[in-house]
């Protein structure tokens, strides 16, 4: 278990690296995620198709094709064209922003609950937010989705150095008492009897 938390913590050792260097670099980290959407379209495509497959005959067969069919097609798409689909999505996550932030504004002033300054905050945050990529489309396509993907991967490489530090800390400590619990009980004196002696006579006719 020891050897399997420090795996997960070299695992988030290289997540961190990888996000900090994709917040340095954006435009390469937005084409490196676009591409790994496409693959994951693609390769979602097959096994869905694969799962088709093996269900013909049944009424979800046509079905299962069309997702896989779906699936595979816009998986070319995004690997062939990876920065019109970056373009699309930054548009997306900007109308996403946009009518969030409107939502929670709106809502914190007719609800008007004990949270409203922190909804207004965060509804004030995702409208400018919104804003901002929204202006500055389609400039902003090369380095908004980038960001968010480096962040991403910046925060899962934190979350598991501190899963497999945290894990290894437990385990040698739970080692540390098993141990310590096994040389008590070689160490423990053997029980004394509560008959007193016998004498040498005793027992005899």
Do not use: C
């Not at 097609?73 to 373009?87: D, L, Q």
């Amino acid at each position: 278990m020891s050897r399997s938390f420090g795996w997960l913590a070299f695992l988030g050792t290289l997540l961190v690296i990888a996000g900090v260097v994709g917040l340095i670099y954006t435009g390469v980290a937005t084409l490196t995620s676009m591409l790994l959407f496409g693959w994951l379209l693609l390769i979602g495509g097959l096994v869905a198709l694969a799962h088709a497959i093996e269900s013909r005959g049944t009424n979800y067969f046509w079905l299962g094709v069309v997702v896989a069919a779906l699936n595979l097609a816009a998986g070319v798409v995004v690997i062939r064209h990876p920065e019109g689909t970056a373009e699309a999505l930054t548009m997306f996550a900007a109308l996403l922003f946009l009518t969030g932030g409107v939502f929670r504004l709106v809502g914190s002033v007719v609800v008007r609950g004990p949270q409203m300054g922190w909804t207004l905050l965060q509804g004030a945050f995702g409208l400018l937010l919104g804003l901002l990529v929204l202006f500055d489309w389609p400039h902003s396509s090369l380095y908004v989705l980038g960001v968010f993907f480096s962040l991403a991967l910046l925060f899962d490489g934190l979350g598991l150095i501190a899963i497999g530090v945290g894990g290894r800390r437990i385990v040698s400590m739970v080692s540390d008492r098993l141990d310590d619990r096994g040389a008590g009980r070689l160490d423990a004196p053997a029980p004394a009897t509560d008959s007193p002696p016998k004498a040498p006579g005793d027992g005899q006719k």
